[in-house]
């Protein structure tokens, strides 16, 4: 069984400072993917990576994936308010499904 | 932009009654899934769906459920016998092919009384 853990679980910090998630596992992935979801909405898609070390960045968000392709972590700099929310790493291994971490609620204190 | 729609946005049903829950993918999305996520836990695969067949399930699709592309549109879950435990939000998604990302629709909270 894949697992992938996340930490913190939950982050509380002010606007404007820097922080990390990170996204961990034992398996080995063949993407991993991070999403942002909203109370009463479904998971958004922020990015895919896909090549172990890879580095992807939008905007403020810097997304790593590990050069062994088993963990992962997200960057934040500078924190908005509209950061706010709840974080989810998924790995996909070869086959259809994703494997969805524990979460990180972020929130983001003006 | 297309979005992947879901009805009811909530269901309340009574134990042992069956559902369905209705989704319809973006036209032209070949793969279909379903999610749940249990309040509190995090998002669980259910299983996935090409070709008019079921390509991949987890352990928690059970003979209870099962999945149906009845037309060119919609994909729906029924639930046939529901157990307290099957209260969950439960989340569509579909993609084009299987290099594309998955879009998820807004799911149904399922609620077992």
């Known amino acids: 069984t894949q697992l992938l853990e996340q930490s913190p679980q939950f982050l509380s910090i002010q606007e404007g400072e820097n922080l990390t998630v990170y996204c961990n596992s034992s398996s080995v992935f063949s993407s991993l993917q991070w999403y942002r979801q909203e109370p009463g909405e479904g998971p958004v898609l922020l990015v895919t990576?896909?090549?172990?070390?890879e580095v992807k960045k939008l905007k403020r968000l810097t997304f790593q994936f590990g050069d062994a392709r088993k963990d992962s972590s997200l960057h934040i700099t500078a924190a908005q308010p509209g950061d706010t929310g709840l974080y989810l790493c998924?790995?996909?291994?070869?086959?259809?499904?994703?494997?969805f971490g524990t979460g990180t609620r972020l929130t983001i204190i003006p | 932009e297309p979005e992947v729609t879901q009805t009811p946005s909530h269901q309340v049903t009574q134990m042992g009654q069956e559902v369905i829950l209705r989704c319809v993918p973006i036209s032209n999305h070949l793969y279909f899934y379903w999610y749940r996520q249990i309040l509190g836990q995090k998002v669980e695969f259910l299983v996935s769906f090409y070709n008019n067949e079921i390509s991949e399930k987890s352990e928690i699709f059970d003979d209870q459920f099962s999945v149906e592309r009845p037309d060119g549109s919609n994909f729906t879950l029924k639930i046939r016998s529901t157990k307290l435990e099957d209260s969950a939000m439960y989340f569509c998604?579909?993609?084009?092919?299987?290099?594309?990302?998955?879009?998820f629709g807004n799911g149904t909270r399922l609620t077992v009384t």
């Open positions: 990576v896909v090549t172990g070390g």
């Open positions: 998604a579909s993609r084009r092919d299987n290099y594309s990302p998955l879009h």
């Open positions: 998924a790995g996909a291994g070869g086959n259809e499904k994703l494997t």
